[in-house]
Nanobody, 121 residues
Framework: QVQLVESGGGLVQAGGSLRLSCAAS????????MGWFRQAPGKERELIAA????????YIPNSVNGRFTISIDNAKNTVYLQMNSLKPEDTAVYYCAARPGPYTFGKYDYWGQGTQVTVAS
């Protein structure tokens, strides 16, 4: 049974940093793409970072490029999202997700429960 468990969310002042973690278990993810999504109240869920498990292919949209970084620690089976220079508009629930194959977009099969990030102005 696949499990994705996020942690690391919380309250931070604008300009601050947070690192989210996603502990993945239940299968081998070597052929998977891992993604980070976020959803703010009243807004659609958006993909903000993705990486193949090997790290060979990564995706960061322009909206967070230069501030957010995705990385994977294979030994710990953990995916990280490093978020710097946080802004109030980054406030959202952040989700970790996984899908088979080296595909950034489309349907992700597995989801974590989400972790709240609140950026105070």
């Amino acid at each position: 049974q696949v499990q994705l468990v996020e942690s690391g969310g919380g309250l931070v002042q604008a300009g601050g940093s947070l690192r989210l973690s996603c502990a993945a278990s239940g299968r081998t993810f070597s052929s998977y793409t891992m993604g980070w999504f976020r959803q703010a109240p009243g807004k659609e869920r958006e993909l903000i970072a993705a990486s193949t498990w090997s790290g060979q292919h990564t995706y960061i949209p322009n909206s967070v490029n230069g501030r957010f970084t995705i990385s994977i620690d294979n030994a710990k089976n953990t995916v990280y999202l490093q978020m710097n220079s946080l802004k109030p508009e980054d406030t959202a629930v952040y989700y970790c997700a996984a899908r088979p194959g080296p595909y950034t977009f489309g349907k992700y099969d597995y989801w974590g429960q989400g972790t709240q990030v609140t950026v105070a102005s």
